[in-house]
C-alpha cells in the first residue's frame, strides 16, 4: 500500500521535518531546532583567529625575508667594495715594485667601507692588511723563488660578524 | 480533507518563506570589519614588500652597474672585430691622459686612453671615459678604425633610476702628464627610490697601466 494519509503517515512529518524543520521557528516543533546560529554555515572565532594567524606568520615571514635580502644585498655591496679596494692596492704593489723595485710597505691602513647617509651612524671602517710571503717551486727541476703578496681587508659586518677579503699575487723573480 | 490539506500547504508556503536562512545586520558588519582588518593587513604587508623589494631591487642594480663600469674603464669597452671583441681600457692602454672637456655646465672630467697604433688603419684609435655633469652620466667616446663611437655607458641611455654623482680620476706617481701610469678612480652613484629615499654606493680602487 503506497498510498499514506498525511494525518497519520509519520514518515511524512519526518520528511518534512527534514526538509525545513531546522529552519523552522514554529511551536509545533521541538526546541532543539531553534540552534539556528550553530546551524548557519558561517565562520567562526576559531577560523576568523586562525585566518589571523595566518596572515601574521605571512607578514613576519615576508618581513624576515626582506630583512635577510637586505642584509645580503648590503653585504654584497660591502665585499665589492673591499674587493675593489685590495685589488686596487694590489695593482698599485705591482706597479711600485715594478718601477721602484720594492714594495709600498705599510702596515695596516684604515679603510672606509660605507658611509651612511645619516650624520649620526659612524661609517662602517675597516683594516687593510699587506704582507709579502716568501715562497719556492720546483718547476722542471730548478728551484725557483718568488713573493706571495697578500692584502687582507677585514671588517665587522652588522648583523654577520667579521668578514675577512683576502687577494693575494706572486711575484717571480 | 481536501480543505485540511490545502492548509497545511498554504502554511508550509508561509513558513518557507518567512523561516530562510539568512544573516544578520550584527553579522554583517561584524564580517566587514574582520574582513577589513584581514585585507587591510594583508595589503600593508604587501605594499611593505613591494616598496622594500624596489629598493632593494634598484641597489643591487646600482652596485652592479657600478661595479661594471669601473671594470669597462679598467678592462675596457668592447669593439667588435671580425666577430671577436677588442677591448681597449686603462689598463691595457699604451698611455693614459687626463682630460677636461668644456660643456655647457662646466668641464667634463675624463680619461683618455690610447691604445697600440701599430696596425694599420689604427693610427688614431682612442677610448675616452667622461663623466657629464648635466646628464649624470658616465661616457665613453671612441674611435676603433674608421668606426666612431659615442655611447652613455652607464647608467644606460633612457634608464633615470641611477644618476652618477661622482667620477674622479687622480692621476698617482706622475711623472709625465701625457703619459700617466697609474689612476684612483673615484666613483659615486646613486639609485632614486623616490623624493625622501636614496640608495648611494661609493667605489674607490687604483687602476695601473701596463699590466
Redesign the interface.
Known amino acids: 500500500m503506497n498510498q499514506r494519509d ?2 497519520t503517515d509519520m514518515s511524512y512529518r519526518e520528511n ?1 521535518q527534514r526538509r ?1 524543520g531546522d ?4 511551536d509545533s516543533y521541538p526546541i532543539r531546532n531553534r540552534s539556528l546560529v550553530s546551524n ?1 554555515s ?2 567562526t572565532i576559531v577560523e ?1 583567529l586562525i ?2 594567524v595566518i ?2 606568520i ?2 613576519v615571514g ?2 624576515v625575508g ?1 630583512l635577510y ?2 642584509s645580503q ?1 648590503n653585504r ?2 660591502h665585499d ?2 673591499a674587493a ?2 685590495a ?3 694590489c ?2 704593489q ?2 711600485y715594485k715594478t ?1 721602484y723595485r720594492d714594495y709600498d710597505y705599510f702596515a695596516a691602513r684604515e679603510i ?1 667601507i ?2 651612511y ?1 645619516d650624520q649620526n651612524r659612524p661609517p662602517l671602517t675597516g683594516t687593510m692588511t699587506m704582507e709579502i710571503i716568501e715562497n719556492t717551486e720546483l718547476i722542471e727541476g730548478r728551484r725557483v723563488r718568488y713573493e706571495t703578496l697578500r692584502i687582507q681587508v677585514t671588517w665587522e659586518e652588522p648583523l654577520a660578524g667579521q668578514q675577512v677579503m683576502v687577494i693575494q699575487e706572486d711575484f717571480f723573480q | 480533507m481536501i480543505s485540511a490539506m490545502r492548509s497545511v500547504k498554504i502554511r508550509d508556503r508561509f513558513h518557507l518563506f518567512k523561516n530562510e536562512k539568512g544573516i544578520t545586520l550584527t553579522e554583517v558588519l561584524a564580517g566587514i570589519v574582520v574582513s577589513t582588518i584581514l585585507i587591510g593587513l594583508a595589503a600593508l604587508a604587501i605594499i611593505t614588500f613591494y616598496d622594500k623589494y624596489v629598493e632593494l631591487s634598484y641597489f643591487a642594480d646600482l652596485q652592479q652597474g657600478g661595479y661594471e663600469l669601473i671594470e669597462t674603464v679598467k678592462y675596457g669597452y668592447p669593439f667588435e672585430e671580425l666577430q671577436d671583441y677588442v677591448f681597449i681600457g686603462a689598463a691595457n692602454a699604451d698611455s693614459l691622459r687626463l682630460e677636461e672637456l668644456p660643456g655647457g655646465w662646466g668641464t667634463y672630467s675624463g680619461i683618455r686612453c690610447i691604445p697600440d697604433r701599430s696596425a694599420l688603419g689604427h693610427a688614431y684609435d682612442f677610448v675616452r671615459y667622461y663623466w657629464r655633469r648635466y646628464d649624470r652620466a658616465v661616457f665613453v667616446e671612441a674611435r676603433y678604425g674608421v668606426r666612431y663611437y659615442q655611447e652613455q655607458i652607464f647608467p644606460s641611455r633612457g634608464d633615470d633610476r641611477f644618476e652618477v654623482t661622482e667620477f674622479t680620476i687622480t692621476p698617482l706617481d706622475v711623472f709625465d702628464p701625457n703619459n700617466i701610469r697609474a689612476i684612483r678612480l673615484d666613483l659615486k652613484a646613486e639609485a632614486v627610490i623616490s623624493d625622501e629615499k636614496k640608495k648611494e654606493i661609493s667605489y674607490s680602487t687604483i687602476i695601473t697601466r701596463g699590466r
Open positions: 498525511p494525518q518534512r525545513e529552519y523552522r521557528l514554529t548557519e558561517g565562520i576568523i585566518s589571523f596572515i601574521v605571512a607578514v615576508i618581513y626582506l635580502a637586505e644585498i654584497n655591496y665589492r667594495v675593489l679596494t685589488s686596487g692596492e695593482d698599485w705591482y706597479y718601477n672606509t660605507r658611509e647617509p
